[in-house]
């Protein structure tokens, strides 16, 4: 199961504005726009077939614009979509590829199947004699532990020059996964505060790799790599088995998401399985919003 067909990436939702609902099996979530007397409908990397005649009767319901459906690679068939009146849509709301780390491989195996880069980096971090702290979520009193966590990540955004929404959009995230939660820090050995943190979400037998922070001296301590590798073995030990990157850059859609090429390279580093989504599909029920993506996608073709 993706994370955001999970009950706790609903509440999450629900706790920004958004309306849950569940139509075959599949959370759907609807945003009203009230100015309009009307709604977006997004259902994101949902299981195949998708119940068509239900989604119909859920945009009357809520006078939706339009529904941007991004579906799973299993048991998809496009010209069903097509049927139903859907079309290739303009718009990327969540990634459309990743990497698959498979945990249930022995340690000795999965440490092999890292690039020599990864290994090499690894070991000097390693090295650096850095130490590695947990914060499970699931034990409560992690709010001043979220405050560094997100210290770090805003300092990321800063380097990498990425925009991202503020803390308490952030800790409502992590208020939905705290029983599933693990924040990793990393530390030198004379410092108090950490130089780099990665924030990981498992459930369903996967581990997610959700958000990352570091300073120039994490970079200098290679502390992410050994983050990374430290997540793995965590997750190996909880039995998960599929380790998650959440979104790499994807050159089928080149002029999308480009602030992603470099931390993509890093997640590739760690090799693994490439999963690339569909192009998600969009069905409109308002033809001068029809007609408008139509134009923008012939457009975004010139």
Known sequence: ???????QWGKYLAGIGWLVEEVGGIQVFI????????????????????PFTMIDKLAKKYNAIC???EPENKRLNLEDFKKAGYFNSPMLLTHTSTIYIDLTQS??????????????????????????????????????????????????????KF?????????????????CSILFFAYTKNSPEPIATIWVSYFNNIAVYINTGITEDGYGHLANYL???????TCKKLGVKTFDFEGIYDQR????????????????????????????????????????????KVLSRS
């Open 1 to 7: 199961m993706d994370i955001r067909q999970t009950k």
């Open 31 to 50: 945003k009203k726009i009230p100015i309009f007397n009307s709604s977006v409908i997004k259902i994101q990397h949902h299981k195949n077939p998708l």
């Open 67 to 69: 529904v941007i459906a």
């Open 107 to 160: 340690e000795k195996k999965l440490w092999n199947s890292l690039s020599e880069n990864a290994r090499r980096n690894i070991k000097k971090a390693q090295k650096n004699n850095l130490i590695i702290k947990k914060v499970w979520t699931k034990d409560g009193n992690y709010e001043d532990r979220f405050k560094l966590f997100f210290k770090l990540f805003k300092n990321l955004t800063k380097l990498k």
């Open 163 to 179: 925009w991202t929404p503020g803390f308490d959009e952030y800790f409502k995230k992590l208020k939905a996964f705290e029983k």
């Open 227 to 233: 983050l990374v590798w430290e997540a793995f073995k």
């Open 253 to 296: 859609f080149p002029k999308e998401k480009k602030t992603w090429v470099n931390f993509s390279e890093f997640k590739k580093r760690f090799h693994g399985t490439l999963i690339e989504y569909p192009k998600p599909q969009m069905k409109c029920y308002n033809l001068f919003f029809k007609l408008f993506f139509l134009c923008s």
